[in-house]
Each structure stands twice: as structure tokens, then as C-alpha cells.
């Protein structure tokens, strides 16, 4: 079945440093990839999406590129702010088995330290 | 404004004493969802509806219920609540028929079961 592999965190990290969250999934068909993000106390709001391969999603400094050869979709920032300390989940929707629904990866917890 | 809204935000209830949590959106969604999110397991989808009168299981069905009569509304139902549904639960809708559509969440309901 359908599945989303992401780093374990909690990931801490000093301001202004580069960060990488991996992602991996796996999946029949071609699924479209998505990245979440959940500020402290809030609901998920969509961060980028791609929806076929070698796309590049990006939003607010953040980019992520959809590649089917290695089935990752990897997030990375330049220099990450405090602003950006929050939980981060990659998820993957294919209309191949599971009608669309969102599969989660479970989550990777950024800190960003002044 | 677009939105999904959910109610009540925060509940504390008894074990087996029924109890609905209600979900709403603005947009002329065809699906809507509802997750549990518990520390450790990610995003886990509880039911989900692609149009009025369809309703399927998701990955963790069991001891919820849900129904959608209407399509704005897609209330999940725990008739005899247990403390193993502890948990932040959000529900979430998006236009069906494209899988690269994201899906907008609701801000969560947080169930403490005693």
C-alpha cells in the first residue's frame, strides 16, 4: 500500500542555518506529494505541493522537488528563521487505491534557536 | 473567508458518554475527512465522505461514526467514548475529483476522555 517515510526529530537547529527534512515515500500510479506544516496551537496548512515528477514546490523560502527515480521529496530552506519552529509532515495522495486520501508521514519537529 | 471550522475546539468528557463533534466548510468541497493526530503516530484517518450520502472507512474507523446529509457538514460521532480516543482530531475537506487538490483543515478539537 501507500506510505510516507519522513525523519524522526526533533530537529534544533541555530538561526539562519540550512535545513533538510527527508521524505520518502512509496506508492502505485503517481501520486501528487505535499508538505504540511503545524505552528504551535494550530491546525495543518499546506506549505508546497508538486504533482508529477521533477516539479519543484516552493513557499516562503522553503522548496521541495518531486523525484520519482529516488520516490523522494526531500524539504530544505537556506536559513531557517525562529518564526519557522513548528511540526512538519510530508503526505502523498494517489487516486490509485485510496481515492485521493491523504497519507501522512509522522511528523518532524523543528526548533529554531535565537 | 474559506474555511473549515470546527466545534467544540476543546472537550473533556467521561467515558461512555456519547458525544459529537461537529465540522463545517464554506467551499463547496465534495470530500471531507477527519484525522486523529496522537504524538508518535502522526495523522491518522479516521472516515471520509466524497460526496452527500458516501461515507468509507479510513485507516482507525473503529468506535467513530460519522454521517453527511448535507455538504457543508460532516459531524464525527463517538457514542460511547473510551480514554484510548484521547486525542486532536481535525477534519478537513477539498474538491474531490483531483488528487493534487490540497485539503484544508479545520483548526482541531481536542477530546480529553476520563
Known amino acids: 500500500g501507500n506510505s510516507v517515510t519522513q525523519m524522526e526529530g526533533p530537529v534544533t537547529l541555530s538561526e539562519e542555518a540550512f535545513l533538510t527534512i527527508n521524505c520518502t515515500y512509496t506508492a502505485t500510479g503517481y501520486p501528487s506529494l505535499f508538505w504540511y506544516v503545524q505552528y504551535p496551537g494550530e491546525g495543518l496548512q499546506l506549505l508546497l505541493k508538486?504533482?508529477?515528477?521533477?516539479d519543484k514546490g516552493s513557499n516562503k523560502g522553503f522548496e521541495a522537488t518531486y523525484r520519482k527515480e529516488t520516490t523522494s521529496f526531500h524539504l530544505e530552506k537556506g536559513s531557517v528563521q525562529v518564526s519557522d519552529s513548528a511540526v512538519y509532515f510530508c503526505?502523498?495522495?494517489?487516486?490509485?487505491?485510496?481515492?485521493?486520501?491523504?497519507?501522512f508521514g509522522k511528523g518532524t519537529k523543528l526548533s529554531v534557536k535565537p | 473567508e474559506a474555511q473549515v471550522t470546527q466545534n467544540p475546539r476543546y472537550l473533556i468528557t467521561v467515558t461512555g458518554k456519547k458525544l459529537t463533534v461537529t465540522c463545517s466548510q464554506n467551499?463547496?468541497?465534495?470530500?471531507m475527512s477527519w484525522y486523529r493526530q496522537d504524538p508518535g503516530l502522526g495523522l491518522r484517518q479516521i472516515y471520509y465522505s466524497m460526496n452527500v450520502e458516501v461515507t468509507d472507512k479510513g485507516d482507525v474507523p473503529e468506535g467513530y461514526k460519522v454521517s453527511r446529509k448535507e455538504k457543508r457538514n460532516f459531524p464525527l460521532i463517538l457514542e460511547s467514548p473510551s480514554p484510548n480516543q484521547t486525542s486532536l482530531y481535525f477534519c478537513?475537506?477539498?474538491?474531490?475529483?483531483?488528487?493534487?487538490?490540497?485539503?484544508?483543515f479545520g483548526p482541531g478539537t481536542r477530546l480529553t476522555v476520563t
Open positions: 503526505a502523498l495522495s494517489s487516486l490509485r487505491g485510496s481515492q485521493g486520501n491523504l497519507i
Open positions: 467551499m463547496n468541497h465534495e470530500y
Open positions: 478537513a475537506s477539498r474538491q474531490y475529483r483531483d488528487r493534487g487538490y490540497e485539503q484544508y
Open positions: 508538486a504533482t508529477k515528477a521533477d
